[in-house]
C-alpha cells in the first residue's frame, strides 16, 4: 500500500508560477514511477509529467517548456511556470508500481485567472 499526500496549488495569475509537491509514503521502495496528471471540468484526466526511478522524464506537448517535474525517491515537485487559463485543471499525483498497480492523491486544484 502506498499512501499519496498533496499540496501546492491555488490561484494564480496567467504568466505566473506555482509548485506542486506530492509525498508518497508506505512501500515505496516499489515504486517504479511518479507522476501528476490533471482534469479539467468536461475533460478526460491527462499526463501532465512523469519522472521513473532513473530519472527519465516525459512531459505533455502543452507543458513542454514551461513545467518542470523533479524527484526525490517518493517525494515529486511539479514547478509550473508561464501558466496559462488552459492550465486550470485538479492535479492528481500518482506512484505507479512495479507490478502495475498505481496510487493516486486526492487532487488539487489549480487555477489560472487574473
Known amino acids: 500500500q502506498v499512501q499519496i499526500v498533496e499540496s501546492g496549488g491555488g490561484l494564480v495569475q496567467p504568466g505566473g508560477s506555482v509548485t506542486l509537491s506530492c509525498v508518497a509514503s508506505?512501500?515505496?521502495?516499489?515504486?517504479?514511477?511518479m507522476a501528476w496528471y490533471r482534469q479539467a471540468p468536461g475533460k478526460q484526466r491527462e499526463l501532465v509529467a512523469s519522472?521513473?526511478?532513473?530519472?527519465s522524464t516525459n512531459y505533455a506537448d502543452s507543458v513542454k517548456g514551461r513545467f518542470a517535474i523533479s524527484r526525490d525517491y517518493a517525494k515529486i515537485t511539479v514547478q509550473m511556470n508561464m501558466v496559462k487559463p488552459e492550465d486550470t485543471a485538479v492535479y492528481y499525483c500518482t506512484a505507479v508500481m512495479t507490478w502495475g498497480d498505481s496510487y493516486w492523491g486526492q487532487g488539487t486544484q489549480v487555477t489560472v485567472s487574473p
Open positions: 508506505g512501500d515505496v521502495s516499489r515504486i517504479s514511477e
Open positions: 519522472v521513473d526511478n532513473n530519472g
